[in-house]
């Protein structure tokens, strides 16, 4: 079966202790034995209210939370992320051509002149035209800043994707657009997400599968078409009433 997955995720509880640089203080468990795989190939939603533990959650997939119980087994290297505000993720200080090649130099594998081709292979897969290479974030628009942020995730090409939230910044009409875009990737590069949202709109026409967290934990997990057409708990009926 692990030939299918790109991320198990088994009875993990996880959480965060107050106090600074050495965490002394009150112990907060925000994740309550959470179990859940990805897919290889699959964009797999997660819904729930503000506050309710998805940002915890990616940050433990990403290593940067660790779990007090449980595991978290990859099948592919460490997943990328793609940030809800591309204007805090991207340094205002660099030009978007430095932001995307860095990865690469730090990666330390690649020549100068095949950092350069990567880049611009990437810049095209994005959809962006190759002055934006001299642009720094805030000469670009809100979208175009958002399509630099998911380059910066795919450059060193990996196979799994966090999106936490990535549209929701956005417009609706540029939504729509970085949506078409991330399912085309999925395709072209052979990706699989896992897509943060509270929006089930969004959701509804992205994910393959959709789980639903309360409180950290998921109380349902199914396909979009169970979730949407036949949802078993009351509080994801309150979540769709909502949306309606």
């Not at 990996?158 to 395709?187: G, M, Y």
Request: proline content about 4%; some cysteine.
């Amino acid at each position: 079966m692990s030939n299918d997955l790109v991320l198990s995720f088994s009875h993990v509880t996880s959480g965060y202790r107050e106090g600074g640089r050495f965490r002394k203080g009150t112990y907060h468990e925000v994740l309550h034995d959470v179990t859940f795989d990805v897919h290889h190939g699959e964009i797999l939603g997660l819904v729930g209210e503000s506050g309710t533990g998805k940002s915890t959650l990616a940050r433990t997939i990403l290593g940067m939370v660790q779990p007090d119980k449980g595991s978290v087994t990859h099948y592919t290297k460490r997943p990328q992320m793609i940030f809800q505000d591309p204007f805090s993720s991207l340094n205002p200080a660099y030009t978007v051509e430095w932001i995307l090649e860095e990865p690469l130099r730090i990666y330390g594998k690649y020549d100068a002149a095949e950092r350069k081709r990567r880049v611009r292979d990437m810049l095209a897969r994005v959809e962006l035209p190759e002055e934006c290479l001299k642009s720094k974030p805030n000469e670009l628009s809100g979208g175009q800043r958002q399509r630099v942020s998911i380059a910066t995730a795919l450059i060193q090409r990996p196979k799994f994707i966090i999106a936490d939230e990535p549209v929701s910044a956005l417009d609706v009409t540029i939504q729509a657009q970085i949506l078409k875009l991330l399912k085309q990737l999925r395709s072209e590069l052979d990706l699989s997400y896992l897509f943060i949202s509270h929006d089930l709109n969004v959701v509804y026409q992205l994910c393959d599968r959709v789980m639903v967290m309360k409180a950290g934990r998921i109380v349902e997990i199914g396909t979009v078409q169970e979730i949407f057409d036949n949802p078993k708990e009351d509080y994801t009926k309150q979540l769709l009433a909502a949306a309606e």
